[in-house]
């Protein structure tokens, strides 16, 4: 054997292995899409662009936790999110039906017009 060299077998101080080691579990991450789609679902309001994306991120964030076998969490963040969004498209729909009754309604009658007692 030459003389500065280490033995064959002997690995001494080196690098530590990658990864965890035996045993230990790591704890799960939260998704990210699923808080994005939750924080997007409470701005619905905002020309529905923010419901549709909710929706949007909150499926795909699912598909994500359903197949990370355990290393993510957020799936009632996403589902919150979904809920909301689509809550949010309907309650849109509703109040341009309703926006769209009124002005036809006042435009029939012409009663819609606003008077004061002064």
Not at 15 to 20: F, L, R
Not at 35 to 64: H, K, N, P, T
Not at 85 to 92: E, Q, S
Request: charged residues 5%; aromatic residues 12%; proline residues 5%.
């Amino acid at each position: 054997m030459a003389p500065g060299y280490m033995p064959p077998g002997d690995a001494g101080y080196g690098y530590p292995a990658v990864g965890a080691p035996y045993g230990y579990v790591t704890e799960p991450k939260t998704n990210g899409l699923a808080i994005a789609s939750l924080v997007c679902s409470f701005f619905f309001w905002l020309y529905g662009i923010g419901a549709v994306l909710s929706i949007v991120f909150g499926f795909v964030a699912r598909s994500q936790i359903k197949r990370s076998a355990g290393m993510q969490r957020g799936g009632g963040m996403a589902l919150a999110g979904i809920i909301i969004g689509f809550a949010g498209i309907v309650l849109g729909v509703i109040l341009i039906i309703v926006i769209v009754v009124a002005v036809n309604h006042c435009q029939q009658n012409g009663t819609c017009t606003i008077t004061t007692n002064t």
